[in-house]
C-alpha cells in the first residue's frame, strides 16, 4: 500500500515535471541564463553588452511575432500551434528580463526609444491581460451551459426575437389583449434587440437576469391565467437570450484583447527595426 | 447587424451576396426553384414568369468579421506610425524636432553646449553623409572615440589603458579603451558622465571588488610617504626633541615660544588655507625654521681664495685637480697676481675658459672687485689683509680677511635662506657633477667642489643639512626641483583630496589620527648615506591604514567608490576645445 | 400547447421493399429454382412468407462482364445468390485500389502544404471539374456499378485487354499473380458480411454476363431461421471462415489448445440482434430507453452459455429505482455471462444473471453453451473474471460520461474530436486551419452535445461501426486500410446522399460544387445541382495529421477513441 501511495506521488511530480511546459520553461531559463552570462562575460572586458542583449531580444521578438504567422499557417506542418502557444507565453513573460537587461532602466530617454518601451510595456501588458482571460473566459462560457458560435449570435438573437413576437402575437389574437403586445412594445423589445448589459455580463454580474424577472413579475397582475403561458414562454426564451448576451460579452472580450495586442505588437516591431537600423548606423 | 443572415452570405469581396433567395434554373419553358434544401428547399410559390425569383429581401451591407477589422486595424495603425515618423524625419531631419526619432536621450548639458552648432555629426560623422555611407555604416563600425579626442586631450596613449604606458605587463599595454566603453551619453542632460562603477574598474582590473571596505587591498608599506621629501626634516626629532627637551629650547639662539604651540599643532607649520591638492604643503622657511635655523645658514662660509692654497672654487677655476695642486701653485699665484690689475675682468675670462658661463650668470653677483683687487695685492706681497668693515656689513657677504678661524680667506657668507648665490654655486656643482660630457672640466675638481659644496658640517649657507635629498636625488635633479617642496607624482592614478577632510575634523589636533608619529623610526639613516636610496627610505610617520578609511568610507556611509580616491586619466587636458574656440572666433 | 399532431398508418416491416420493380412472376421463377424450391414453406410464419421475402427484400441485378458485384473492404447488408452466369473471385491480396475506386490521396509535399495559404480557392467547394468527364455515367448517376474494364487502370491487372470492351463475350483472364476463384450458377456469396457486419474481403466481378439475386440482411436473417438447409450452409459457411477466428482472437480462450477451440467452434451458436440500420430508428427517436426488443438477457434470469460480442456494441444495464443503469458497454472481443456460470460451476449454486444485455442498434453474437465450457474451459481458466456487476458499486455521479456516450452512441467513434470547454477560447483557430486543409471547405462545426466540458463536435468520428458506409453505389465512402479513417473518394462519389442520411451523427454533408472560377456545376440532365459528400477525412493528404489538432492553441482539441477515453476517464 505505502509502496502504491509513493507510486501515485511519484507520477504525479512527474506529471507536474517531466512535461512539456516545464521543458520549456527550463529550456527558456537555460538559454536566458546562457544569454545573460554571456553579456555579463562581455561587460566585464568592457564589451558591449547591449549588442548580445539587444539581439537576442530582437531574436525573441521575431519569435513572438512569428506566432502570429504560424497561426495563419494553420496547415503548416511544423510543432504544433499549442507547443507555440506555451513557447509564447514563456517568452513573453521572460523577455521582460532580457528587456531591463538590455533597457537597464525603467524608462529609457529619447522620444523614440521611449515609445519602443511604451509600446513593449503595453504588448507585455495586454498579452498577459490576453492571457489572463484565455484562462478564465472559458471557463465561465462553459458554465452558462450553453453553447453557441460567436458568428452565429446575430442569428439566433433574431430568432429568438421572431420567436418572442410570434408568441406575443398569438397571445393576441388568442386572448383579444393588448398588454403583453404594449409591454413588448414599450420594454421588453429594447432587450431583444440586441445584446444588453455587456459590461455587466464581463464582470459577472446578474443584471440581465434580474431585469428580466423584474420586467414579467411587474406585469403579472394584468394578465389572465392564459396570457401568463405566454409570458412564462417570453421569460424563458428572454433567459435564454440573456445567456447568449454573456457568450457575446465573455466572447467578444476574448477577441477584443487581440485588437490591443496585435497592433501594439507590430508597431513595437516597426520601432524596433527603427531602433536597429539607428543604432547600426550611429552607434556600432 | 442583429438580424438573420441569408442563407447566400456575403460575395467574396464583402458585398451583399444578391437580393433574390435563389436563381431560378430554365428547363424546358419552365423556370424551377433551386434553393438547396438546408436553406428551405424548393419554395411554394416558384419562380416568377419572367425566370426571377419570387422571393425579394433589401440588400445588405456585410459587417466585416472580427478578424478582417483587426487586419485593418493593425494595418492603419502601423501606416500612421510609419507616415508620423517619416513626416518628422522628412521636414526637420537636422533640427531638434527631426533629430527626436533619431536620439536616444539628450546629450549632458556640456556637450550639448559644445555641439550646439555642429549638431549630430560632431560624434557621428555619418550623420551628414549621404545614403551610401548610411548603408556601409550598417556594415561596418562606428568610431566615436574619435571625435572625443576633436576635443580632449590625453597623456600618450590616448586611446590605452590609463593613458599610460605600463612597462610591467605587456598585456595591459596592448590594452586599448574606447571612451564609450566607460562614458555614456545621450542619457540626459544631468547625467554625470564622469561617474564610474566599481563595475567599470573591475573589467580590467584583477583583483575585483564592489566595496572599499571589503575588497580593497591593504594600502602599501609605508603608504603614503614612501618617497622622500626634498627636505630632511625629522618630524620625529623635532616633536619629542627640539620643541620639548630644554637642552635645545633653552639655546639662546632658538625661540621657545615657537617650539611650545607647534610641538602640538601641526597647522603651526602647515598651511591649510589652501588645500586643495593632497598634499599639505609647509610654510616657508622664514615662517617656520629661521626662528632656529637662520643661524645656521649665516655661519657658514663659501671660500673663494686663500693666499697659498688651492680653494675647492679655485681650483675649479683653474681646472686643476687635487693632486696636481703642487705643480700648479705656480698658476695660482698668477692668478692672483691677475687680480691685481683687473679682478673682475680676469673672473669672467677663468669662467668663459671654463665655458660654464652659459646659465650660470649670477655666480660672482655683486662681488666687489676693489675688495678682491686689495686681496690680491696683499697676498702676492705675502701679507695678511686687515679690512675694517662695519659691523653690519662685517659678517655677510662678499668678505675677506680674517676670518673665524683666523685664516686669511677671501670668502663669501649667506645673509638668509634663498641665498642666491650660494644657490647658483649649488646648482652648478649639481650640474657639473651631473654632466659634464665633454671632459673639459678635471673630474677631480668637480669632486672636490661637490664635497666642499655638501659637505652638512662645513658646507656653505649649510644648504645639504635639509635639502640634502633635493640636492641628491636623481628624480629630483632632473625636474628642476632641488629646492621647493616637491609634489608627489609617484602615484599618479590616486586623487587623495585633504581639504573636505580637514573641514570635517579639528585640524589642529586630529592630524594625529592618521598620520600618527613614528618614534622609533630610521628617518635619519637615510640621510646619512652617501647614496641615496630610495627604497631605504623610512618615513618617520608610521603608515596609514585602510581602517582609517573605511570607518567612514563604507556602504551606508560615505561614498567610497574606485573615481572618490583614484583618478583614472592621467593628465588629462582640454586644450583643444580652446583651440577650436580660438578658431572659431577668429574665423 | 403548440404541438400539432399528424397521422399516418403504423409503420410495417415491408413498406419500403428493396426492390420496387420486383414482380410477382419474378418471384414465381425464383421459386422454381431449387435453393427456394426444398425449402419448406409452412415453417414461415404467416406474416413472413417466403415469398413476401422474396418479393420485398430481394431484387434482381443484371452484371456485364467486368462488372463488380462486391468490392474489397466495402461494408454491406446484402448476401447473394447468383442466378446465371459465371463471377470471379479475387481473394485477398486483392485488385489494386485504383481498380476499386478508392485510390488513397497522395500526401502533399511540404511546398504543396505550404502553397494551400495562397493556392487555396476564394469559392466554396471548388473543385478541378476536369477529372470527372472521364467518367460522365458516374456523373449523370446512371450506372451505379462500375466496370472494372472501364477504368483506366484495367491494364493494370489483365494480361491483355481487348480491344472494343462491349463486344467481349467474357472478361478476359487476370494476371497470374492475383489469386481467383470462379463460381457458378446456385452459389451464394457475400452473406458473412451482411450477417456479422464485418467488411467484405474479397472482389467479386461478373465474369459473363450474369444474373444475381440480392438478398437483403433482414431476409436472409429470416431464411436462415426457419430453413435449416440454408441455415447449415450459411453457418457452416460462417464456422469455416470466421467463428474459429473469432474464437482464437477472444481473450477468454487465450492459451487454449487449438483443438478445444475448433471443439467450441463446432458446439458455438451465433446471432444478431437488433437492426442493421440502427442509425435510422435513432435518428427519429434519440431517446435512450432501452426497449424490451432489443434486449438479449435478462437480469435475474439464468442463462446457458456465455455470450461473446462478435460485432457491434451490447450494453451491460441494471434495474436502479425506475431506471435502468448502463454499467458498460461491450463491443468486438468482451464477453458477458461468464462470473455467473463460473460461480455456478464452482459452488454448484445456480446463480441468476445479475445484469442484463441489450443491444445497442445492432449486436453480433456467439453464444457458447454452458456445458462446453465446464467440460473444456473452467478446470483451466486463467483469467481472473471481474465481476460486471461489480462496476455498480461506483456512484452515479461517476457513470454519468458513459451513460451520456452511450446515450449518443460516441462509443462508436475511433477518432471523435473532443473539444475541451473549459480550456478552449473559442478562436475558431481549429475550423480555420481544416478550412485551410481542404481547399478553402471547413470539414466539420465547432459545434455539439456538450458533457460537462466536453464537446463532442460536428466531425467525423471514424466509426468503429461504420453506417454510413452501408450502401454506398460505388464504394466511394471507404475505410482505409492502413489507419482505418473512413475517407469520400470524391472522384467516384456520385452525390446521392445515402452516407450522408445514414450517419446517426450529421457528420456528413453533402455539398454543391463548383469549377475553379466558382460556377456551380449543374446536372446536364436536369438543372440541378451535382453534390458531392463531404466529410472529415482526418486531413490525409496533410502531413502531420489532422490540422485541427495541430491548430490548437490551447491544447483543448483532441482526437480520441472514445472507448478509451470512457474508460480513462472513469
Known sequence: MGAKKTNIVVKKLRDIFLNINMLFLASTLVLYFLILYYAYRVDLLLGRSEIITGYSLLFVILFLIFFNVRKRLTVLPVIKVSHWTKLHIVQGCFCIILYFSHVKTLMPLGANEIALAILFYLSVITGLLGYFFNKTIPRRLTESNIEIIYEKIPSVISDVRDQVEKIIIKCATENNTDTLTRHYVETLNWFFVKPRFLLNHFFGGQQGRHWVDNQTQSIQHFLNDSEKQYLIEIQKLAQYKNKIDFHYSLQSCSKAWLFLHIPISVMMLILVFWHLLIVNIYAI | MWKKECWQGPRNDGRCGGVFECKPQKNGDRYLCTRPQNAGGVCKQGPLPDGNCCLKRPACSPVPSNRVVRKYFTLISSIALISIMTLILALNFNNKTGSIVIEPGELTSIHAAYTEDIGCSSCHKVHDSNLHSWIKSVFTDTDISNQCLDCHGFHEPQMGAHNFEFNKVSTQNALTVECSDCHKEHKGSNFEISEMKPSTCNNCHEKKFNEFEAGHPEFPEKFPSSMPNSINFNHATHLEEYFVDPKWIDKPDRDKEFATIAKDDCTVCHSIDSVKSNRIKPKGFEEICSSCHLQQVRSRNLVFFRPDLFTAVSGLLLNVSEDEEDEKIDDYIEMLNSFTNEPGLELSKLIETLDINNGFSELFLGINPLLLKSTAEKWVD????????????????????????????????????????????????????????????????????????????????????????????????????TWKYRINKDRKFTNYSHGPHINLLNPSENCIDCHELDKSSKYHEFFKEDNLKINNFNSNFLSIKKEKCDTCHKRGKIDASCTQCHRYHYEPINKKVFNKDVKKSNS | MFNTSVTMDRPQRWDSPFDHNMTDAQVELLLQRPEFNLIDKSRFPSSISLEGILKNDCRINRYKPGDIIVRDGDYGNSAFLLLKGKVTVVTRPGLPLEILGRTRKKKKSFWQQISQIWKNSPYPEARNISRYFDKTQIMNGLNTNSSILNTKYSNLIFNELPKNIDSIESVPKLKEVYETVTLGSGAIFGEIAALSRVSRTATIFAQTESQVLEIRWQGLREIRKYDDRWKKIIDDNFRNNLLKDTLLENKLFKGFDEKIIEKISKYSLFETYGTFEWHHSFNKSNDNETSEKDRIVQEGHYTDGVILIAGGFGRVSKKIGNGERTLTYLRVGDYFGLDELYTTWKTGHEIPLETSLTTLGYLHTIRVPAHILEQYIFPDLKIKSSRLSDIAERSLAEDTLLEWAVGHRYINGTQTMLINLDKCVRCDDCVRACSDAHNGNPRFIREGYVHGAQMVANSCMHCIDPVCMIGCPTGAIHRNHDDGAVVINDDTCIGCSTCANSCPYKNIKMVQIRDDNGRVLLSSNNNQPIMKATKCDLCQDQMGGPACVRACPHDALERVDFHNYVHWES
Open chain 2, 382 to 481: 705675502e701679507e695678511d689683509l686687515e679690512t675694517e668693515l662695519s659691523e653690519e656689513l662685517k659678517y655677510f657677504g662678499w668678505l675677506s680677511g680674517y676670518d673665524e678661524d683666523y685664516e686669511q680667506t677671501f670668502r663669501y657668507k649667506a645673509y638668509s635662506h634663498n641665498d642666491p648665490i650660494i644657490k647658483e654655486w649649488l646648482e652648478l656643482t649639481l650640474n657639473l657633477s651631473k654632466k659634464n660630457t665633454d671632459g673639459k672640466i678635471n673630474e677631480s675638481a668637480i669632486e672636490r667642489l661637490r664635497e666642499t659644496m655638501l659637505d652638512k658640517k662645513t658646507g656653505p649657507g649649510a644648504c645639504a643639512k635639509c635639502h640634502l635629498s633635493g640636492l641628491t636625488d636623481e628624480v629630483a635633479l632632473s625636474t628642476q626641483l
